[in-house]
């Protein structure tokens, strides 16, 4: 059965920095790309990474390009997003996912970690 | 960037049939997904490619995708399917994921 867990998410201050963690388990971890995506309190879904099989090609949104970055680590089965610069508008549930390649469906999704930016 | 366009809501009566719209510029040219989210849950992929149902889908939930517009037709609706549901595309211009802002489904 596919697990992905999501870990690391807390408050923090504006200007701060936060790492998530995804641990991945009952797949292939190395076969799929993987992707971050996060909903604010109350609000839609916003795609916010995704880094290919081998981290040969990593997408952002435009709003936490210059500001967050995403990695895996293939022999750990892990995903992470590094968040740097937090702004309250960063405050969300941040769930993990899975997908195939770039551009099919996300199948696969943990249960998210929230992280609060506030002081 | 693209833009995908949904109503916020709707409300069917249940055993009827609920249809969800999907707009964005020719859309009918890209693959569309669709996600169900319960309150408090993950969401859940209910349609992948414009209208192929992953395992453990119930048959009632269909897609259909042309011109300007995807569907999501929920048939013979239950109590269950109250949930806010998104369509996805991938923008291959700008390399990005875009999600719809979603339409929460209220079954009466």
């Known amino acids: 059965e596919v697990h992905l867990v999501e870990s690391g998410g807390s408050l923090v201050e504006p200007g701060g920095s936060l790492r998530l963690s995804c641990a991945a388990s009952?797949?292939?971890?190395?076969?799929?790309?993987m992707n971050w995506v996060r909903q604010a309190p109350g609000k839609g879904l916003e795609w916010v990474a995704s880094?290919?099989?081998?981290?040969?090609?990593?997408y952002y949104t435009d709003s936490t390009k210059d500001r967050f970055t995403i990695s895996r680590e293939n022999a750990e089965n892990s995903l992470y997003l590094q968040m740097n610069s937090l702004r309250p508008e960063d405050t969300a549930v941040y769930f993990c996912?899975?997908?195939?390649?770039?551009?099919?469906?996300?199948?696969?999704w943990g249960q998210g970690t929230l992280v609060t930016v506030s002081s | 960037s693209y833009v995908l366009t949904q109503a916020p809501s709707e409300s069917v009566a249940p055993g009827k049939t609920a249809r969800i719209a999907c707009g964005g510029n020719?859309?009918?040219?890209?693959?569309v997904h669709w996600y169900q989210q319960k309150p408090g849950q993950a969401p859940v992929l209910v349609i992948s490619?414009?209208?192929d149902r992953p395992s453990g889908i119930p048959e009632r939930f269909s897609g259909s995708n042309s011109g300007n517009t995807a569907t999501l037709t929920i048939s013979r609706v239950e109590a269950g399917d109250e949930a806010d549901y998104y369509c996805?595309?991938?923008?291959?211009?700008?390399?990005?994921?875009?999600f719809g802002p979603g339409t929460k489904v209220t079954v009466l």
């Open positions: 020719n859309i009918g040219f890209k693959s």
């Open positions: 996912a899975r997908d195939l390649n770039v551009g099919t469906p996300f199948d696969s």
């Open positions: 009952g797949f292939r971890f190395a076969d799929y790309t």
């Open positions: 996805q595309v991938w923008d291959s211009r700008s390399d990005h994921y875009v």
């Open positions: 490619h414009d209208s």
């Open positions: 880094i290919t099989s081998s981290s040969s090609y990593i």
